[in-house]
C-alpha cells in the first residue's frame, strides 16, 4: 500500500448482533472533523442480519471492511486481534458496537497519538430514553455535542439515569486539569500504535469470560514499559443503554492474577494467531 492511500487510522468496532446499534455508531462516524481513517466492523459471530446491513444499509462514505468468525461463545479477544491484525493503519482506535463516538472522536485520538503510550477516555453511560431517541434517529447526538444544550438537559439526563455525565464536556481546560490523573484502559475508547500491540501480542485469547480482559491488557502494557495517556474531555463516546452482559469475569481476573505473577507480559495466544490473516 502506497503511504498516500494509507489511512492514518483504523477504527475497530467490536460487534455482536445488535445491528441497530451498530447503526448509530457509524453514523457517528460520518460525521467525523478527520477523514482519513478506515473502519473494520469486527463480530464474535456471523449473523446475517449484520451481513445484509453492512452490505445494503451501512453508510457509503466510510471505508469499510466486515469481519467474521463462528458464533463460539464469547470470543471478542479473538475478533479482536483479528482485526488488529488485518489493519491498514499504524495507529488503532477502539469502539464497541454500541459506543458512539463524539464527531472529534478520530481527530483528538490522533492528535495524542504517541508512541509508547495508549491513549485513554470515558463515554458517557446514556439511559434508556436518550438511547431510545438515539437508535431512533443516530444524529441526534449531536445535539449532546454542544455543551450549553447538554447543561440544559442535566436534570432530565439525570433522572434517566445517565452515569459520567461529566465526560460529555469537551475542553482543553478539563483535560489540563485531568491530564495527570490515571486513567485506565476501557475497550469501547482507548487507542495505540498497532506496534506497541504487538509488543505483548494483543488480547489474551485464554480468557473465557466477558469482563476483565482491558485491565488484562493494561497491566501487560505496563509490564513492558507502555503507560496510558490521559485524554479525558477530548475524545468522548455515548454509550446506548443495554443489560448488563458480564459473565464469568471472576475466572478472567483469576487467571489474569496468576499471568501476572509469573510476569507473563507476553500472552500465549494472541495477535501472533492472526498473523498473515
Known sequence: ?????????????????????????????TFQTEKGFEVIVTEDGEDQAMADYITNRAPKSLTLRHLTQEDDGFRKTRAVNRAIASAKADYVIFLDGDTIPHQCFVEMHLRHAEPGRVCTARRIHLGPKASAKIRENPASVLELQNRFTLLSRAIGMHLDQVRNYESGFMSDLLHKLAKNRHLSIVGCNFSAYKAD??????????????????????????GVDIFTKNIKFQATTYHLDH???RNDWEINVEMSRKNRENKEFFCKNGLNNHTGN
Do not use: T
Request: charged share 25%; hydrophobic share 40%.
Open 1 to 29: 500500500m502506497s503511504l498516500q492511500n494509507k489511512p492514518k487510522a483504523s477504527v475497530i468496532i467490536s460487534v455482536y448482533k445488535d445491528v441497530e446499534a451498530l447503526h448509530c455508531v457509524l453514523i457517528g462516524l
Open 243 to 245: 443489560e448488563s452482559r
Open 197 to 222: 500491540m504487538a509488543k505483548i501480542n494483543g488480547y489474551n485469547e485464554e480468557l473465557p469470560g466477558i469482563g476483565g480482559e482491558d485491565c488484562d491488557l493494561e497491566w501487560r502494557f505496563n
